[in-house]
């Protein structure tokens, strides 16, 4: 695998942006969770005046084997429908980026369908969807390097386009599947606990989905793997998700905010901070949705989500809606004054 050189922050910095934060005319502490994002903002980007230029949004495509076993109420053609709505602005993804101003790249990393005459969409198709887990490894290691890579690139793209923050956002249907058997093999919960509804399972269909990926996890757990921690990350994933780890992982790498939402997008941030811990302080957590295990998997981390909305659709549409809350925290530490200069006698 690709090797990234990602540094935790440097907290040597951190007394002084604190400094500033305490002395803006407002009681100590009374912006709460904005002066915490602040800190954090200032210490990704090492200033005491951050910015969030050119906001970019990373909507990943991709179709999975594990699909053909009926665990999504949703057929697999709904992934290159929407793949091709999003083109024509008609998704939420569409309507939350025009309203925040981010600029999305729609991406075809391994939809079962041919995209390629399809103005809007950026093409790195590895393959038609990812092979069937029940079965076999979804991707074979040279794949999965080729996946890692694509996201690192278009994080390349977007910062050359001057970016400081990034949101990252999927559609695949089936790829709550894989998450939840991620879940499982990173936190030790049981895998039941791990399976919700995904896009509208029913219980009878929740059940079955249990038995098809406890299936899967047997023959896995049967099957003589090299010992690496990328091998569970190529064995279930998709090809968007670890698209996404690469994306996550250059944007840590290169000091960008990264906005994570959703539950595919906390098991591939989860993913990403198993191969590199000091890529959780470019994180912000920005939503906890209904999914079952979503919150239980942020508690693993211990990441702190700024909303909780409900939402379940997916596409980073969460870390879009949370992204005023992370302006405004930028926006108090630039554009508040102080007391000196603001003539306020400081009273602690």
Not at 93 to 99: A, L, T
Not at 149 to 178: F, H, K, Y
Not at 189 to 204: E, N, V
């Amino acid at each position: 695998m690709k090797q990234f050189a990602i540094q935790p922050t440097d907290k040597s910095f951190a007394p002084i942006i604190q400094a500033k934060i305490d002395n803006l005319n407002k009681p100590k502490g009374s912006l709460g969770r904005l002066e915490e994002l602040a800190l954090q903002i200032c210490l990704i980007q090492q200033t005491l005046e951050p910015s969030l230029a050119h906001p970019c949004h990373l909507l990943l495509g991709g179709d999975h084997g594990i699909e053909r076993e009926g665990v999504s109420v949703s057929p697999r053609e709904v992934t290159w429908q929407q793949m091709i709505n999003f083109t024509r602005g008609g998704g939420g993804v569409n309507m939350f980026c025009r309203q925040h101003g981010f600029k999305l790249r729609i991406v075809d990393v391994g939809v079962d369908y041919d995209l390629s005459g399809i103005d809007g969409i950026i093409h790195r198709k590895i393959a038609r969807g990812t092979r069937n887990f029940l079965y076999e490894p979804a991707m074979s290691e040279a794949e999965f390097n080729q996946a890692i890579q694509i996201g690192c690139d278009l994080v390349d793209d977007c910062i050359a386009e001057g970016s400081r923050v990034l949101s990252i956002g999927e559609m695949g249907i089936g790829n709550t599947s894989p998450s939840s058997i991620w879940m499982h093999l990173f936190t030790d919960m049981p895998l039941k606990d791990c399976i919700g509804a995904g896009a509208g399972l029913d219980t009878p269909g929740i059940r079955h989905k249990y038995e098809v990926l406890s299936k899967a996890l047997v023959n896995y757990q049967s099957t003589p793997h090299h010992p690496s921690p990328i091998t569970p990350l190529a064995y279930f994933g998709g090809y968007e998700m670890i698209a996404a780890i690469g994306a996550m992982l250059k944007a840590a790498e290169k000091h960008l905010v990264i906005l994570v939402d959703g539950f595919i997008m906390t098991a591939c941030a989860m993913a990403a901070i198993l191969l590199y811990p000091a890529a959780q302080d470019y994180m912000i957590f920005t939503h906890c949705g209904d999914e079952s295990g979503h919150k239980m998997m942020l508690d693993a981390i211990e990441a702190k989500p700024l909303l909780h909305l409900g939402l379940r659709l997916g596409e980073g549409t969460g870390a879009l809606c949370a992204f005023p809350i992370v302006d405004s925290a930028v926006r108090m530490i630039n554009e508040m004054n102080n007391f000196d200069n603001a003539r306020i006698t400081k009273y602690f």
